[in-house]
């Protein structure tokens, strides 16, 4: 939501107007609440503080007012989308099924879509 192209938030804000190269948005499925990272790789010549100002913004302010349904909407297709990619490649970082489900990657994709 944060920071897909193009219609994240920080997206929009930082890269669109040139302030960032690109910004990443990032925190792990866990059961419990826990840190998310944003990050901004900047323009030479932005100023650190114009674009810290701007990210912690835009956070706060998703925070405080939370998501758009239709933010909510495009952020369950685009995980849906990523999923159905994933699933139909029969081999994927080379890894066997196997391999995949004793590194965790299948029990996070259930555990992630596990109703509340």
Same mark, same amino acid.
């Given at each position: 939501?944060?920071?897909?192209?193009?219609?994240?938030?920080?997206?929009?804000?930082?890269?669109?107007?040139?302030?960032?190269?690109?910004?990443?948005?990032?925190?792990?499925?866990?059961?419990?609440?826990?840190?998310?990272?944003?990050?901004?790789?900047?323009? !030479? $010549?932005?100023?650190?503080?114009? =674009?810290?100002? +701007?990210?912690?913004?835009?956070?706060?302010?998703?925070?405080?007012?939370?998501?758009t349904k239709e933010e909510v909407d495009r952020a369950k297709r685009q995980i849906l989308?990523?999923?159905?990619?994933?699933?139909?490649?029969?081999?994927? !970082? $080379?890894?066997?099924?196997?391999? =995949?489900?004793? +590194?965790?990657?299948l029990a996070a994709v259930f555990h992630q879509s596990r109703p509340d």
């Amino acid at each position: 939501m944060l920071s897909a192209q193009p219609s994240g938030k920080l997206y929009q804000a930082l890269v669109e107007t040139k302030k960032a190269a690109s910004v990443s948005a990032f925190s792990r499925a866990t059961h419990d609440p826990g840190v998310i990272e944003v990050t901004a790789e900047l323009k !030479n $010549g932005t100023p650190v503080e114009e =674009v810290r100002d +701007s990210l912690i913004s835009i956070v706060e302010g998703m925070k405080k007012d939370g998501p758009t349904k239709e933010e909510v909407d495009r952020a369950k297709r685009q995980i849906l989308k990523a999923r159905e990619l994933a699933a139909s490649d029969a081999n994927p !970082n $080379g890894a066997s099924p196997q391999r =995949v489900h004793r +590194s965790g990657r299948l029990a996070a994709v259930f555990h992630q879509s596990r109703p509340d």
